[in-house]
């Protein structure tokens, strides 16, 4: 629905092949530079990185908290978020009902917490199956080149220009089935096309270097070179392309049921939204029943955007904080100042 | 020109496959859009049996092969000949588009330049700041912003400034009472109603071009030639303007096919939201409303301006890029 870190417009285009006018090594900076298998960047490590970064440290508490809260569904909202109590239709949030009820009495802090998990969870593995079909199809694009590279790349534009959510509120309309399943694998076939791209570009810069070389003259399969060894290399990339379908998928799916074509009978933070238009929550001054859902939507997806800033941070030094010195509020001492400008800008380039 | 004949290539191919999918996700489905109308038309038909046979022809799906049928499809589709609503039978959907489509060109064409143009300058400025006080503001803020979904930020606008303050309409896209046509009161009427829709629009895409933009001219400030446009003494204005944003909006300028992408997929929520009689809206009624002709052409008409607005792009960016010509 909008561009996320992870998928801004600044990513798609440093595509080296397409664009060739961005200079290849802008894209390289995230990469890890290849050493000795034993010391590659692991995963504890990689997560120690993004605690010291505040920007992901702070959408990691966030997300935390969120995932706590949702798990702990059962304890925290013992109420069953479909059950509608005919007594308390309506009600403004109060200590009873944290978050109200809505106009069929059904309460609003239940259907938050119960239905974060459909929401995380279709969110999820919507995302890791595009981020699966994006390292694949980029990775494997950029490696053997030629025809399946030509193939591979209209396919992911196409995907890319394509209007996803009118194409897939057309495929739910003449859909007869629908459910969670069915959406996880519509969101994910389409939103791993911008991240194909992307992905494609950082497999590029990596497929000539000596230790892809090495490995495919000693013989290893396509898939171990493209898995075991370029894949390894950029995975900072791939979990930041990751956090942001994750964000696109939550919102996809919101969207869908806020329009009615999820289904309906389950419950999910879009449900509840769709609920509460259909209801004309707004019209009846029912603010209760749009805003938690809605915030809890939103607070998720900040908590996404943010780790990935962070992530963006770690692996791009040049874009992480520098004090500038003060020089620029006295005019007046323009030349002066010129000095110390030039410095701190091309201090970034180290 | 290699490099536009290659985009034009592929954006014929992209609307072929579009067109393709448009016309297999109906014949593909297990519920035929035919027994849709069967089953609502009923009574007519049980009183009538012809009435069926007539709908078939009027309503393009012909028994015939399926080549035929697809053959047949392509000739309509490029001649506009886009068949019968089902919901506003037995208005001709041509029809129908002719006055959804000038709403949604309307919002959708004024936010995304307002939303390209300010989240692009503030991007500029805020680069080239880098960690002033503007910088450790606006990023944080703009991504909060766009990472409120589009549709509950309308929702929240909606209740806040039109339901509760009164200073906005609550719905569509101009007041019952008004002359349509090119008068002072009109105009303004239809500016009051899209205020709130743009908004949206722009307060949730902002950020993704504002990083987007910083993130490159971070890059192109530690370039050499940025050195030397101040070694030369150019002003700061001049070097940040004409040296540095010149050369880092190129990316930006590629990236525009995704975010229009979003605009279109937003427009069509924030429309529902705002009952706004664009396209978007009238699709979520048509395919909720088991309209296939009406479904299938609005389709068809969103992509056809998607990739418009992409070619578009293509045009100036090789206009603004000599490396792109000459590739």
Not at chain 2, 166 to 172: I, K
Not at chain 2, 227 to 232: D, Q
Not at chain 2, 233 to 261: C, E, H, K, Q, W
Not at chain 2, 284 to 289: C, D, F, N, S, T
Request: with cysteine.
């Amino acid at each position: 629905m909008m561009p996320t870190p992870g998928n801004t417009p600044a990513d798609a285009g440093m595509d080296p092949i397409t664009n060739p006018q961005v200079p290849i090594e802008t894209t390289v900076p995230q990469v890890v530079p290849p050493v000795a298998r034993g010391r590659r960047l692991r995963v504890p490590q990689f997560f120690s990185l993004l605690i010291h970064n505040p920007k992901s440290l702070f959408g990691l508490c966030m997300l935390g908290a969120i995932v706590v809260l949702v798990l702990l569904a059962p304890i925290l909202a013992p109420i069953d978020p479909n059950y509608m109590n005919f007594a308390a239709t309506g009600l403004p949030p109060g200590p009873h009902h944290l978050f109200g009820t809505t106009q069929q009495g059904t309460d609003v802090f239940s259907q938050v917490v119960w239905g974060g998990r459909t929401s995380l969870l279709i969110g999820a593995s919507a995302a890791a199956l595009a981020t699966l079909i994006a390292a694949s199809v980029g990775m494997i694009a950029a490696y053997l080149g030629g025809i399946t590279d030509e193939v591979l790349n209209l396919v992911s534009n196409i995907f890319i220009v394509l209007p996803a959510l009118p194409v897939l509120i057309v495929i739910f309309a003449y859909l007869p089935f629908r459910g969670g399943i069915v959406m996880v694998f519509l969101i994910a076939l389409f939103s791993w096309s911008g991240e194909a791209r992307v992905l494609r570009s950082f497999a590029l810069t990596l497929r000539s270097r000596d230790f892809v070389l090495a490995a495919r003259t000693s013989g290893e399969s396509m898939w171990r070179i493209v898995f075991g060894e370029i894949m390894p290399n950029m995975t900072s990339r791939i979990a930041s392309g990751f956090l942001g379908a994750f964000v696109g998928a939550i919102l996809f799916e919101a969207g869908l049921e806020f329009l009615g074509f999820g289904g309906g009978n389950g419950v999910s933070w879009g449900v509840t939204l769709f609920w509460a238009q259909n209801n004309a929550a707004l019209e009846t001054g029912q603010w209760w029943h749009f805003l938690f859902p809605g915030l809890a939507l939103a607070l998720t997806a900040t908590s996404l955007i943010f780790i990935n800033y962070g992530i963006d941070e770690i692996s791009n030094p040049r874009l992480q904080r520098v004090k500038m010195p003060k020089q620029r509020k006295n005019k007046s001492s323009a030349d002066s100042s010129q000095v110390t400008t030039t410095a701190a800008v091309t201090g970034g380039r180290a | 020109m290699p490099f536009l004949y290659r985009r034009i290539a592929f954006y014929v191919i992209a609307l072929w496959t579009s067109l393709t999918l448009n016309f297999l996700l109906p014949r593909l489905m297990p519920g035929k859009p035919i027994d849709a109308f069967y089953a609502r038309y009923r009574l007519e038909i049980q009183n009538n049996p012809h009435f069926l046979d007539s709908l078939r022809i009027e309503l393009g799906l012909p028994k015939t092969p399926l080549w035929q049928q697809y053959i047949q499809y392509i000739v309509n589709m490029l001649h506009g000949n886009f068949g019968i609503s089902y919901s506003f039978y037995p208005t001709p959907v041509i029809d129908v588009i002719r006055t959804t489509l000038p709403w949604t060109l309307f919002l959708a064409g004024t936010a995304t330049i307002l939303t390209f143009l300010i989240g692009t300058f503030l991007g500029i400025v805020v680069a080239w700041r880098r960690g002033g006080k503007l910088d450790s503001l606006l990023p944080p803020v703009t991504m909060f912003a766009s990472s409120f979904p589009a549709f509950f930020l309308a929702l929240l606008l909606l209740y806040v400034l039109a339901y509760i303050g009164g200073w906005f309409p609550l719905e569509h896209s101009y007041s019952g009472g008004t002359d349509i046509g090119l008068n002072w009161p009109f105009l303004t009427d239809v500016a009051d109603h899209a205020i709130l829709p743009v908004a949206v629009i722009v307060l949730t895409g902002v950020g993704g071009w504002l990083l987007g933009m910083r993130n490159v001219m971070i890059n192109t400030l530690a370039e050499d030639f940025i050195t030397m446009a101040h070694a030369k003494g150019l002003s700061d204005f001049r070097v940040m303007m004409m040296y540095a944003a010149r050369n880092a909006i190129l990316p930006s300028l590629t990236g525009f096919a995704i975010a229009l992408a979003y605009t279109v997929g937003g427009l069509v929520l924030i429309e529902t939201v705002f009952s706004y009689p664009g396209v978007g809206f009238t699709l979520v009624q048509a395919a909720q409303g088991s309209d296939y002709p009406l479904v299938q052409a609005l389709l068809m008409l969103i992509t056809v301006c998607v990739l418009l607005a992409n070619l578009f792009v293509d045009l100036i960016y090789a206009r603004l890029d000599p490396r792109a010509r000459t590739q």
